[in-house]
């Protein structure tokens, strides 16, 4: 499996930005998908999961109503549309994506297959 992230950029405070995950190599449509970023000096962590058909997602406390993760099973794709931005969003963003697809974990160690990530900057 092979996941490539688009869409990163430098926005200011307030802007929104919209990522997107292109997989390759296997259909996803019945797979887990899920957004994790890293900031400099500081660990992996979870931003957003969508379950298989998109009927169940999970966000983390700190994006909730701002961020939304949506897939599309048919393009293979998965996007994670980012509003109101605020400087502790700047990090590295990366695609991630493991099954079974009804689960949504926030644990990085579960998913196996993950892209390269796309970096955002957040200036205030």
């Known amino acids: 499996v092979e996941l490539v992230e688009s869409g990163g950029g430098l926005v200011q405070a307030g802007d929104s930005l919209r990522l997107s995950c292109a997989a390759s190599?296997?259909?996803?449509?019945?797979?887990?998908m899920a957004w994790f970023r890293q900031a400099p000096g500081k660990e992996r962590e979870f931003v957003a999961a969508?379950?298989?058909?998109?009927?169940?997602?999970n966000y983390a406390s700190s994006v909730k109503g701002r961020f939304t993760i949506s897939r599309d099973n048919n393009e293979n794709t998965q996007a994670l549309q980012m509003n109101n931005l605020k400087p502790e969003d700047t990090a590295i963003y990366y695609c991630?994506?493991?099954?079974?697809?009804?689960?949504?974990?926030?644990?990085?160690?579960?998913?196996?297959?993950w892209g390269q990530g796309t970096q955002v900057t957040v200036s205030s």
């Open positions: 190599g296997r259909t996803l449509s019945s797979y887990t």
């Open positions: 991630a994506t493991r099954f079974p697809g009804h689960e949504l974990p926030s644990i990085a160690d579960v998913y196996p297959y």
């Open positions: 969508i379950s298989w058909n998109g009927g169940n997602t």
